[in-house]
């Protein structure tokens, strides 16, 4: 098995940075927010022992990936484009896709746009939104009402820019910790918090690294935002409902591919996405398996690396 090692690659007008390790079919793992190629490090290692040829980028706005400025580079499709870009530079003709967090729509999306290029998809933590008639704020607000949901705390630029910069350790770690399986009932993130609040007010700083994060992996993870800031991690999240408006064409669309549906029970995503979860049946109905791991939080695969590496490889495996 090859050691994994950096490259770089020109895809649909932008320079990505990518980890790659192992030989056999193609599977690209994307990773969320705010994360890196990083987040898959015990996923490369085993997918490529299980004789994958495995590639994480980081993708737009993170790590060594291109961040352009404006926030209208980040609608979906220029997300899916740039997969399909890398699959493409990469000479390969098919590919598994496997995304986390914001790389789970990234995933549904690449599918559904290409599906003679991916033939199964992994999703972690994110179960599959079909398009809908509603604009996404709207749905937002009437859940929501006089709370604001982080997702449209993140809309006004510049703002949660500033607040997570100023400490991006502090940031980083009370964000993983909170999200996490491992953080107590009343240390829980909250997703929907009082419209004088901010972000950073729904987590909150443990005493203790979680024990799935070590002082090196909160160290890498703090260099890469320190040198990048937030602002294209976040810009995704600025472009919720334009991704809406540009894919009419998918209104009710299933997922056709075979699917994996891998999360933690304590997964507050998977709380506020009760409805996809519970209909994902429906949604994709070639749905392998649908796990959710006890006393997991939101970092699934960093949380529990062996279990969800498992469950990849024979996911993968099987398709």
């Keep these: 098995m090859s050691a994994p090692s950096h490259h770089f690659v020109e895809t649909n007008g932008i320079r990505m940075h990518y980890v790659e390790a192992g030989e056999g079919p193609l599977v690209i793992l994307c990773h969320g927010f705010p994360e890196s190629w990083y987040s898959w490090r015990h996923q490369i290692a085993a997918l490529a022992q299980a004789g994958f040829r495995v590639v994480a980028p980081d993708q737009r706005g993170y790590g060594q990936t291109d961040r352009p400025e404006a926030a209208a580079a980040y609608s979906i499709l220029h997300l899916a484009g740039d997969i399909v870009g890398l699959v493409n530079a990469l000479e390969e003709r098919s590919a598994a896709i496997v995304g986390h967090d914001w790389g789970a729509p990234v995933a549904w999306y ?18 599959y939104i079909p398009r809908g008639p509603l604009r ?20 006004e630029e510049g703002k949660a820019e500033r607040e997570l910069e100023r400490d991006v350790r502090a940031s980083l770690l009370a964000t993983f910790y909170s999200l996490s399986g491992d953080a107590a009932p009343n240390e829980r993130w909250r997703y929907a918090f009082g419209r004088d609040e901010k972000f950073l007010d729904s987590v909150v700083m443990p005493r203790n690294l979680p024990p799935w994060l070590s002082e090196a992996d909160l160290d890498f993870f703090t260099g890469e935002f320190k040198r990048t800031g937030f602002r294209g991690g976040l810009n995704w999240y600025r472009n919720i409902d334009r991704a809406w408006e540009l894919t009419g064409f ?18 507050a995503v998977v709380e506020f996405y009760a409805g996809a979860y519970q209909a994902l ?18 970092w699934i695969q960093q949380e529990r690396p062996a279990e969800v590496s498992h469950l990849l490889v024979e996911f993968l495996r099987s398709v």
């Design 110 to 127: 690449s599918a559904q746009l290409r599906p003679d290029l991916f033939r199964a998809v992994g999703l972690l933590s994110v179960p």
């Design 136 to 155: 996404p704020s709207a749905l937002v607000k009437a859940a929501f009402g006089e709370r604001i949901f982080y997702q449209e705390y993140f809309q």
């Design 250 to 267: 998918l209104d009710g669309a299933k997922l056709g591919q075979p699917v994996l549906f891998v999360a933690g029970d304590k997964d």
């Design 281 to 298: 049946e429906a949604n994709a109905p070639n749905l392998a398996k649908k796990v959710l791991l006890a006393g997991a939080g939101h």
